[in-house]
């Protein structure tokens, strides 16, 4: 054997116990940090319609109108697969292992279309009507769905507004939802996730009980029957949008997981 073979072939010998020795230490490594590395799972969330309570002893629903429900409109800063979670006005954080399981746009909307069907509000709610015309129209809109991170302390904001129009497209109801925002209680996002399902449904409880009069009242005149019940004592007018003390929610919204607050909404202007 040649002088060059034989300096080949001791090196081939002496890589082969260095490489053996290496993965030896590779493994031992892992197993002492734990084992096999975890794999990192990517969270979904969805916000759905929950059980409404409702009391309206003076309601007629469901009254025969057929209601089309648009798809609501989203902020671009929202309208993502990734929950927002704002550590300032000036500070966002996109977490690529907690999204929405639906777009926003079509996850509110169809939580607000559930709600107004669970409600029989009227004889006909749906999102496409083919044939015949509706004789309103829902719109709506999302200006701000995030968490608010603030040191060891997190917050939640919804902020929407709905509108209901007529074929001339004559807006006959509207609401704001109340600018409040929700402490949480646990900085796993499915609490704050909840947090956002039930701010949704509190102020669709409201838009239905306000929706609920103003179609009352509709009815009421049309048929050329009293109206002094829908009348407000103090002024004379049809109180169409505002709730008899006796509807008002009995159970506080507050929860072990998280506590109403007052506070001013923290929105991202779109581009």
């Known amino acids: 054997m040649s002088v060059v073979k034989m300096r080949n072939f001791v090196g081939r010998i002496w890589i082969l116990p260095i490489c053996l020795g290496a993965c030896l230490w590779l493994s031992s490594c892992t197993q002492l940090i734990g084992g096999k ?27 025969e109108y057929r209601v089309q429900l648009e798809e609501f409109s989203v902020s671009r800063f929202y309208e993502r697969d990734q929950i927002v979670f704002r550590l300032s006005p000036e500070e966002v954080r996109f977490d690529p292992d ?8 079509d996850m509110i909307t ?17 999102q496409e009507f083919l044939d015949d015309a509706p004789d309103f129209t829902l719109t709506g809109s999302v200006a701000a769905i995030e968490r608010h991170d603030s040191g060891d302390r997190w917050f939640v904001t919804l902020d929407v507004s709905m509108q209901l129009l007529d074929r001339q497209n004559t807006i006959i109801w509207q609401r704001n939802f109340d600018p409040v925002e ?22 669709v409880e409201r838009s239905i009980y306000e929706i609920d009069r103003r179609m009352l009242l509709r009815k009421l005149q049309a048929e050329g029957r009293d109206i002094a019940v ?16 006796a509807q008002e929610e009995e159970m506080p919204r507050s929860t072990k997981d998280y506590v109403v607050l007052p506070g001013t909404l923290i929105t991202q202007e779109e581009p």
């Open 37 to 63: 590395a975890e794999r990192r799972v990517r969270r979904q969330f969805v916000i759905e319609a929950l059980p409404l309570r409702l009391s309206m002893p003076l309601s007629e629903r469901p009254y």
């Open 182 to 203: 929700e402490e949480v209680f646990d900085r796993d996002p499915v609490i704050s996730v909840r947090a956002l399902r039930e701010l949704l449904r509190f102020n």
């Open 98 to 105: 907690n999204v929405w399981g639906v777009r926003p746009s």
């Open 110 to 126: 169809d939580a607000v279309e559930s709600y107004l069907k669970q409600a029989q509000l009227f004889t006909d709610v749906r």
């Open 230 to 245: 829908l009348l407000d004592n103090q002024n004379g007018d049809a109180a169409v949008d505002t709730l008899p003390k």
